[in-house]
């Protein structure tokens, strides 16, 4: 078990500097860059030439990658061209910001999706599965600036009961939780109610059922279980999304999150913010899906012998039917 | 028993006086006009950095006019230069030298006492800084002199009438050395002005508090917060259920909203930021003039008006800002002549020319002269540019673009122009070199006759309006919805609004 964490771990460095590698250059490609944003229009030659000279612009962009790198080995993200701030500083306060949104919504997501796509499995093919299906759908199908933009109406504006927008603690979180849940909330229930399908239909749900347990207890204990781990997969995928910043809805509610940090900078070509907060993200991706990895083993405690194997995969494979192995 | 009524009822006389008297004292108490301790602002742009002399654009200004003072301030609706930290000055004959006397009765927010090391400080600062505030200051201001801690010189580099305007810019903030040496991040917040920096969460909201030891006249107001709501509709809703007080640019098609609510009022106020059509004059079809008049002769400006921004825009006759010093119309509006714009076209080697656009309202404005140039044979394509990318396609030096639509927030003052029409500025999107032009550009800032200022400016203008470097299109509409309560603020067509005295009674 200790052996796979540990490989994990390691692997996200490869991924971390293929990353850093990509975002690095392809902001240099994109035309403008960091100079104009910060002298503006009316600079003379003299002054551009003095910045690009102190951001390493007159040299090339490998130059300026591997000091940046050289930098991330001792642990220092860089510093903002734009308000010289260490870049840790600017992603580790709005970090707690995304993280609320991004279990909020988690959570929303849950509590919708789980219960609809259960109850549509056991009731397949009837009008409270179609139902079911529709809301779904329906939660796919919503904009989010539109459904936001609804929800602070609603109960903002009409009836008070919560912020507009902006972080203004738990009550600030509710709408935009809402509105990112129950679009995640669409693919979450179709994969409950897929993955219970297909495990419904199992044999040994037939025997328990013959031998009396309650069909509440067969469906919650015995179906539910073997068919949560692609359900957890998705839990984990969204909560990654989420981390990663959900820009529009940010921008609807004000939320000072991850994504608009990134966003932002990205306009502003400020090459340290965007590098270092992506790098950032993807590690914390890395992390969660760690986390869920060595969930499976927790759902279901035949994994936790594969993971002990040695010369075992990285990541077991996974398969719905009849529990996992 | 007789005794024990005439008691009551006596009581009861005297009682009644009491509460009268009370209610008296009460009514006299309500009439005193009540203010809310926290006012707070929100705006489409964030606010990134609390130090005055590292930025120059619109919604830091509005924040740095609250937390620092500067030397001279800019009065637009007497159209005069007040004092400030500076009680007086006066140009040498050679205007070179500008010698300012400052105010001895002023602390800086720490407590540090303001002197002119801390303009000689500031000044130094801003020029080491290569910054947007510090293209302003170098290569204009030589070197600053300290007479004494209450008179300091200002050396330029060549003749400057408008210094002064410079010296009134937020980005010329007087800061203080010992709290920046003490905190390179935080320090430049310390300013001298009414309103004391606290909390600035980027993306979020900057939260200040009332300088106490403010040298001049106070609000009631307490607390007053810039937030950055980011959504037009987002921002509005905050105002309407009080979360805000004031709103800056409501989208245009939620005005009604406001005019509605009795409790909101929206505020007009005449913008000096012109949207212009702008040719790159140095290579291709914006090179040649018979173009630029075609295109200049075929447009529908009215229609222009109505497809960038809904009908709410002013036609713009120069491309000058209505309040900029030296603004001249007088030349007149091109004739919607589409014979006349032909017969130039057949003129021109050119029939095809490429328009760079940034955002969804200048592509709606092109999209209209595409149309229109093509009832004259002139075939237009439109490409469609993230801000960065534009910027840098029509950069001075390298301008690759054959022709753009530019929005230019004027200043009030004359060289401004430079902006517009200088060689080697970014912001010159015709990429102009013309001789006669720099020259009265030079005239003008060397010149203290006004009537003679004015005039070298009229010509620059006339000869846009002959030559169709930039073809005016509109003034952009300015408004603000604010809870009714608003009063206190000085609302400022270049958008830099002044927040200090701010009060929202209740």
Known sequence: MHRYVIKRILLLIPVIIGVSFMIYFIMDLAPGDIITQLVGEDASEEQIAALRHQYGYDRSVFYRYGKYMLGLLHGDLGTSYITKKPVWDMYITRLPKTFWLAIGASVVAIGLSIPLGIVSAVKSGSLIDNSCMVMALLGLSMPNFWLGLLLIIEFSLNLGWVPSGGFRGFSSVILPAITIGT???????????????????????????????????????????????????????????????????????????????????????????????????????????????????????RIKGKYSRKGLRLAPRVKTKRGAA | MKKAIITILC????????????????????????????????????????????????????????????????????????????????????????????????????????????????????????????????????????????????????????????????????????????????????GTGMWIITDLEEGDFVHMVKNDNYWGDTTPTRELTLRYISESSARLIALQNGEVDVCIGPATTEKGFIEEDPTLELIEIPSSTCCYF???????????????????????????????????????????????????????????????????????????????????????????IQANAKEIGLTINIEELEAAALTAKSAFKTAEHESMIYTLGWNSYGDDASRAYGVGSNTNKATLTNDRVMELLKLARECTDDAQRKSYYAEIQTLNHEHAWYLPLFYTELSVAVNKGVSGVIWEGHQSHDYSNIVVSI
Request: glycine fraction near 8%; aromatic fraction near 8%; charge should be negative.
């Open chain 1, 183 to 301: 679009g995640h909330m669409a693919v979450m229930t179709r994969t409950t109610r897929s993955s219970m399908i297909d495990v419904i239909r199992q044999d040994y749900l037939r025997t328990a059922r013959a031998k009396g347990v309650s069909e509440h207890k067969v469906i919650t204990k015995h179906a539910f279980r073997n068919a949560f781990i692609p359900i957890l997969t998705i839990i984990g995928g969204q909560l990654c999304a989420g981390i990663g910043g959900a820009v529009i809805t940010e921008s609807v509610f004000s939320w000072p999150g991850v994504g608009r940090l990134i966003i932002d900078y990205v306009h502003q070509r400020d090459v340290p913010v965007v590098t270092g907060s992506i790098i950032m993200t993807t590690i914390i991706t890395g992390v969660i899906h760690l986390a869920v990895d060595l969930l499976y083993a927790v759902v279901d405690p």
């Open chain 2, 278 to 368: 702008a040719f790159n004059t140095s290579k291709g079809p914006g090179a040649d003039e018979n173009l630029r008049l075609a295109l200049a002769h075929c447009i529908n400006y009215e229609d222009v008006i109505l497809g960038a921004s809904s009908g709410e825009g002013t036609r713009a006759i120069s491309n000058w800002g209505p309040v900029t010093y030296g603004y001249y119309d007088g030349f007149g509006d091109y004739t919607y002549d589409l014979e006349l714009a032909k017969q130039y076209l057949e003129k021109s080697a050119y029939k095809t020319l490429t328009i760079s656009v940034k955002d969804s309202a200048r592509l709606r404005a092109a999209q209209v």
């Open chain 2, 11 to 190: 009581l009861l006389l005297v009682s009644a006086f009491v509460f009268a008297g009370g209610s008296n004292e009460g009514a006299a108490a309500s009439a005193a006009p009540k203010y809310k301790e926290a006012v707070v602002c929100a705006d489409g742009s964030q606010i990134t950095t609390g130090d005055p002399q590292s930025i120059n654009n619109l919604q830091h200004n509005r924040l740095f006019k609250c937390s620092h003072n500067t030397l001279v301030s800019y009065n637009s609706a007497a159209a005069v230069y007040e004092p400030e930290l500076a009680t007086s000055w006066e140009w040498s004959s050679d205007l070179l030298t500008l010698t300012l006397k400052l105010r001895d009765d002023v602390t800086f927010q720490n407590g540090e006492k303001f002197t002119a090391n801390d303009v000689k400080y500031s000044y130094e600062r801003i020029m080491g800084m290569n910054s947007t505030a510090s293209s302003k200051f170098v290569g204009v201001l030589d070197h600053v002199e300290v007479v004494d801690d209450y008179t300091v010189k200002l050396v330029l580099v060549s003749p400057n009438v408008d210094w002064l305007d410079t010296l009134a810019l937020p980005l010329a903030s007087i800061v203080n050395q010992k709290a920046i040496e003490a905190d390179a991040l935080k320090g430049p917040w310390v």
